[in-house]
């Protein structure tokens, strides 16, 4: 049974690297290398099982406070699109003006947007993004 703990400890070890470290299934390898003990140890193949369950369980349970500690200041990845907030952009097309929608170019990529109060600007004039809603810039003029 040594092969079943080496296989269970090298998935979980994979998996973890597949999801990018997010700390997915470094607990069961964890369990894993307790069992494999265990089996070198001559132990029950029972007692194997609960081990790993139980040790898998545990280290969950104790370090996760610490990985709250480590993660809680760790910057909060943004959507691409937010990385177009406070960047300008230049109106190019008037969609509907009693509803203050018109399309905005922001690095080369076309957008729906409005302003604040619903006013249009000029096609051609300068806006900077404020925010985004669903799919929706809110600008300023610039």
Do not use: H, Y
């Amino acid at each position: 049974m040594l092969g079943v703990w080496l296989f269970v400890i090298v998935v979980a070890c994979i998996l973890e690297i597949v999801t990018q470290l997010q700390l997915v299934s470094i607990w069961a390898a964890f369990g894993g290398v307790a069992s494999l003990v265990c089996e070198v140890c001559g132990i029950d193949m029972t007692t194997q099982i609960i081990v790993f369950f139980a040790f898998t369980f545990a280290t969950l349970i104790l370090t996760r406070p610490l990985v709250r500690k480590f993660t809680k200041n760790l910057p909060e990845s943004k959507f691409n699109a937010d990385m177009n907030i406070g960047r300008i952009g230049k109106v190019t097309k008037i969609v509907d003006e009693s509803a203050g929608l018109f399309r905005v170019s922001v690095e080369g990529l076309d957008w729906s947007a409005v302003t604040q109060d619903k006013k249009v600007p000029e096609i051609g004039s300068s806006v900077r993004v404020e925010r985004i809603e669903g799919v929706k810039l809110i600008v300023s003029a610039v």
